[in-house]
Structure formats: C-alpha cells, structure tokens
C-alpha cells in the first residue's frame, strides 16, 4: 500500500507498510501512480516497452520522455519493490493477536491531584474540574496508594510515569510535592525510575514552583492558547476576566528556566480561531520553542466546536504553518510544532504504533478518591470505571476491550495511509462521538491526515 500526495513543491511517495518516503520528479510519481493503479500485484515480469507503451496511453501528457529514461525509472521502482521499500505487504496483522494476549503491564499514572480549577475555560472536558462530581483533592493517603498500585503492576519494566493532571493541580501542591518525595524514596528498592511530569494553565505558577519543578519534573505542559483576545475567550477566570496577562511572562519566565526543552506550551483552537497558525506563530514570537495548539474536540452543538465544512480552512492553516516551519529552520526563530514531530528513522516499536496511548491497560488515571479510568478524558463516567488503588483492576472485561484495540480492529483504519502514525486515534473521541472505542471521530482523522502529510513534506524540505 502506498499514499501519493504533493505538498509545498514537493511531490511525496510514502510507502505505508514499511515507512519508507521517496520524494519524486513528476515523472515518476506518475509512473509510480500508473504502477499502483494497474500493476502493483503484477509488475514483476511484464515488458518494460508494455509497460511503457501503456503509461504513455494513460498519460500522454510525458509523450515527450524518452524510453530509456522511462526504463530507468521502471528499474528504480524494482529495486525498490525488492528492498522493501515500496508496494511493500503487510506483515503486521498476524501479529498483533499474540500481542493482544501480552500480559498486562502499567507503566503510566494520570494523576488527578485536583479535581478543582480556578479557571473556567468553556471547551474543558472536565467542567472546571469537576469531572461529572464534586470538586475535591487527592490526599497523599491516596496518591501514595496509586504509586504502590503502580509500581506493584509494572512487572519489569523500570521506567516509569506519572502525570500530576486536574483541574488545576498547583491547588494542591503540596501533595505533589510530598508524591513526588515519596515516589522518589521506593524508586531504588523496586528498580524503578519515575518521570514526573505537570501539567497547569499557571495561574499559581510562582518562583518556588519553578524550582521545584525544574528539579522533579520530565516535563512540563503549560496551558496557553495563542494570541491574548483568543486565549482570553476561551479561557477567562470565573468572573469572565482573562488570564492571558497573569501567565504569559511567567510561562516564558518558565520555558526559558528549562532551556527551552522538555516543556510544552500547549493550546486548543475552536471555530472562534480557524486561523490558528497566527496563535502557533505568536507563541513562537514570543520566543517558545516548544508548541503545541491542537483542535477542539467537542460536541456539535456547541458554537465552538470544529465542523466538517471547517476543514478547508484547517487544511490551508497546516500548510501554511508548515512553510512557515520549513521557511524557520536553520534560523534563531525554528520551533518545533508537537503534531509536525515525526520519526521516519526510529520511533516506538510497531506495536506501540498500532495500538496507540495504552489508555486502559499501559496507561490508567487516577481520581482523588483513587477510582482508576482508562485514561482522563472517560473520568466521570461509570460506565468505564476499572477498580480502585485499594481493589487493583476489577473490571477485566472492559480492560480487555481496551487491549484489543488497534487499527486491525478499527474499520476505518486498515486500510487507511496513517495507520502506523496516529494508532487508531484516540479512544475517548472515537467513544464520545460514535458510542465506541471501535469506531473513528471523522473530522479528527481527517485532521490528523493532514497533520502526517505536512510533518512528512517538512522532513523532506529540512533534510535537503
């Protein structure tokens, strides 16, 4: 299976079995089309003149190119079929049923330290915090119990990760800090290490705090959505007042603290703000290094939400934002874009890349009264309720549901060119929006598509 695309001048062959990209001339992106529309189960062993004398049929418009460098091209593409480098088969499906009966290891925690927020953002999913409840915070009574669950859970594996997530969890920072103390404390006797990281939208985000975090924390996510009267709209306090003013300098204050690494600063665009590549080029303006500014995902009826008919528009941003990119590199004004980062060379391992986050087996969060969820975004609802810290995993069935989804049992996905980049996309969004964890949330892929298509062509305009 191949995906043909042409994007900034470039014209883009990417081989989706075996992750090999080829940029072409417009010869032989056409030969390599002509290929994939008639022969690709038969080329192997047809004349190079009936395969020439047909492209020419198909596409007259390359009448002009001469046979022998038609053949050239021929030759090139069959050294490429025998290196695994195009038409490649897929040698993945057979083995994802053994790795969905793998035994199960956590290796990650969300942490939802503060089910409580001081801002009222209109988009979060999480209703200021509340998550379907009542406000309230983790005691470290209950903390301490999920790093056990945690460390008791996660076989061999050493690395381990846990996410202090809310609300807002600088409302209840000591209890981050003594987790964090704790967690240290039983890392040697167990094998383990812990990656730390926050994530906060730095209204309490104070001197102490950096330090703190500069000494403890992986990294950091600093919630800001662009350019102040956009980020003032979709994030104000209670009162209706924004919050730009407050967080801005302490988030460069901040990134610049960390040398501009592991730190994100991280932003949500809606239909308020469909040209969101101005947000992403003000916080790049603004000197941060590390951006992140990812679409909406919420209901249909909400004046905010993302539409089909948006698409247009959100395709044109990422391109533009990615010339932008590719205009920047080399410079003191390059930036990285989280959606654009892409491994053509390494990356997780393939079955990483089939199953996705692990939500409700690898990754699992935690609320403060130490209910486990498949991940954060289904905290709240019952349906989806897994065990407790004390109990461990109850509800086996619904984590085996979880272990077997990957893009072979997703439709949409198998036979779908970012298969082996996105995982299947996200389970919350395919559940929320279809009713199930099997399904797709169309305007999210399509999204996504876009996202690889443009991640691909930077690599290819960098690495020249």
């Given at each position: 299976?191949?995906?043909?695309?042409?994007?900034?001048?470039?014209?883009?062959?990417?081989?989706?079995?075996?992750?090999?990209?080829?940029?072409?001339?417009?010869?032989?992106?056409?030969?390599?089309?002509?290929?994939?529309?008639?022969?690709?189960?038969?080329?192997?062993?047809?004349?190079?003149?009936?395969?020439?004398?047909?492209?020419?049929?198909?596409?007259?418009?390359?009448?002009?190119?001469?046979?022998?460098?038609?053949?050239?091209?021929?030759?090139?593409?069959?050294?490429?079929?025998?290196?695994?480098?195009?038409?490649?088969?897929?040698?993945?499906?057979?083995?994802?049923?053994?790795?969905?009966?793998?035994?199960?290891?956590?290796?990650?925690?969300?942490?939802?330290?503060?089910?409580?927020?001081?801002?009222?953002?209109?988009?979060?999913?999480?209703?200021?915090?509340?998550?379907?409840?009542?406000?309230?915070?983790?005691?470290?009574?209950?903390?301490?119990?999920?790093?056990?669950?945690?460390?008791?859970?996660?076989?061999?594996?050493?690395?381990?990760?846990?996410?202090?997530?809310?609300?807002?969890?600088?409302?209840?920072?000591?209890?981050?800090?003594?987790?964090?103390?704790?967690?240290?404390?039983?890392?040697?006797?167990?094998?383990?290490?812990?990656?730390?990281?926050?994530?906060?939208?730095?209204?309490?985000?104070?001197?102490?705090?950096?330090?703190?975090?500069?000494?403890?924390?992986?990294?950091?996510?600093?919630?800001?959505?662009?350019?102040?009267?956009?980020?003032?709209?979709?994030?104000?306090?209670?009162?209706?007042?924004?919050?730009?003013?407050?967080?801005?300098?302490?988030?460069?204050?901040?990134?610049?603290?960390?040398?501009?690494?592991?730190?994100?600063?991280?932003?949500?665009?809606?239909?308020?703000?469909?040209?969101?590549?101005?947000?992403?080029?003000?916080?790049?303006?603004?000197?941060?290094?590390?951006?992140?500014?990812?679409?909406?995902?919420?209901?249909?009826?909400?004046?905010?939400?993302?539409?089909?008919?948006?698409?247009?528009?959100?395709?044109?941003?990422?391109?533009?934002?990615?010339?932008?990119?590719?205009?920047?590199?080399?410079?003191?004004?390059e930036f990285n874009f989280f959606h654009f980062m892409i491994d053509l060379e390494g990356g997780p391992c393939v079955y990483k890349r089939l199953s996705g986050c692990g939500s409700g087996t690898e990754y699992l969060a935690v609320t403060p009264t130490g209910d486990l969820y498949p991940c954060h975004q289904f905290v709240g609802d019952t349906h989806f309720l897994m065990g407790n810290v004390d109990t461990g995993i109850k509800n086996t069935e619904l984590q085996g549901e979880f272990k077997s989804c990957n893009v072979y049992a997703k439709k949409e996905c198998r036979n779908c060119f970012a298969r082996f980049y996105c995982s299947g996309g996200c389970a919350a969004n395919a559940y929320n929006f279809k009713g199930s964890i099997l399904e797709n949330y169309e305007v999210g892929c399509k999204l996504q598509k876009k996202r690889i298509e443009n991640a691909i062509m930077i690599?290819?305009?960098?690495?020249?």
């Open positions: 299976m191949i995906h043909q695309y042409k994007n900034n001048g470039y014209n883009i062959v990417l081989d989706v079995n075996s992750g090999a990209v080829h940029v072409v001339d417009d010869v032989t992106y056409d030969v390599i089309k002509y290929v994939d529309d008639n022969l690709s189960d038969k080329f192997s062993g047809l004349s190079d003149k009936i395969i020439i004398d047909d492209f020419r049929k198909e596409y007259p418009e390359h009448e002009s190119i001469g046979s022998n460098d038609l053949e050239e091209i021929i030759d090139e593409i069959e050294e490429l079929i025998e290196s695994r480098e195009l038409f490649t088969e897929d040698l993945y499906e057979k083995p994802i049923e053994d790795y969905k009966n793998r035994p199960t290891v956590v290796k990650a925690l969300c942490l939802h330290i503060a089910h409580d927020c001081n801002l009222a953002c209109k988009y979060c999913f999480a209703e200021e915090g509340e998550y379907k409840g009542k406000r309230e915070l983790m005691s470290y009574e209950v903390g301490k119990k999920a790093l056990d669950f945690l460390v008791a859970n996660s076989g061999s594996r050493k690395n381990l990760e846990v996410d202090f997530f809310g609300g807002e969890p600088l409302m209840n920072f000591q209890v981050v800090k003594d987790l964090v103390k704790y967690g240290r404390s039983i890392e040697e006797k167990n094998n383990k290490h812990f990656r730390f990281t926050l994530t906060t939208n730095g209204v309490l985000l104070n001197d102490e705090i950096m330090e703190f975090a500069n000494e403890n924390m992986d990294n950091v996510v600093l919630s800001i959505d662009g350019r102040k009267e956009i980020h003032d709209m979709m994030r104000p306090f209670p009162s209706g007042d924004g919050s730009y003013d407050l967080i801005v300098s302490k988030f460069i204050k901040f990134a610049n603290s960390r040398n501009q690494e592991k730190y994100y600063v991280r932003g949500t665009f809606t239909h308020n703000n469909l040209d969101f590549s101005k947000d992403v080029l003000h916080l790049a303006d603004l000197g941060f290094k590390q951006i992140s500014v990812e679409p909406v995902v919420a209901k249909e009826s909400d004046e905010y939400a993302l539409r089909e008919e948006d698409l247009p528009k959100l395709y044109e941003e990422y391109d533009s934002l990615a010339k932008e990119m590719v205009r920047r590199h080399g410079t003191d004004k690599k290819a305009a960098t690495s020249e």
